[in-house]
């Protein structure tokens, strides 16, 4: 069965059959103050502001019975897979590893690389913990949605252009057709969102296609 989504810059085709959600790093470290986001100097806002559509993607996922994956950035406890050229990147006070209001910086089991409530995983979704911006470097993901009989995703999630554009580029390039919900991602950078919404969409689906919640939920169901 195919349907067709109504999607930038042409209509996305699916078998459903073939597709998934994956949920990037809705983590506390990057949605409240406290976190890691906010140690770089971010406003955290414009994240959480994206929590109700994201909860509203994932219900109708769940409900759909398709599979749903999470992500996490973060890192072990001795900091062995975070390179040295990411720890000591930057120059706020504290870096990754750090003890922070929310626990140590990106570091797993923290309070701080925990998925908000709100969106928090069910039983059985896989979460992917991952070192990297993109899900794909030094995780079993793919494996993962080879298992899964997974072709296509949609990508929702933060950072839009950080970890959210190099999971979609890294999905793309191992023959994952993408689709970004364009009202379920948000930046730190209103400007750096509208570029990569633009950009990943352009000369015909260089890297994917983007939709709004609604649009994907809609045909889907
Ligand atoms: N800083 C920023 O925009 N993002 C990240 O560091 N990680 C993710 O996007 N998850």
Redesign the pocket.
Known sequence: MTLRIPAAPYPFATDPATLGLLV??MQRD?LEPGG??AS?GNDTRPLRAIVPTVRYLLAGFRALGRPVIHTR?CHRADLSDCPPAKRERGRSRLRIGDRGPLGRILVAGEPGSAIVPELAPRPGEPVIDKPG?GAFCRTGLDNLLRDLRLRQLVLAG??TE???QSTMREANDRGYACLLATDATA??FPEFRAATLAMVTAQDAIIGWTAPTAAILGALR
């Open positions: 990037i790093d990057f890691f986001g770089l950035e911006k933060v950072t950080v970890c959210v930046s730190y």
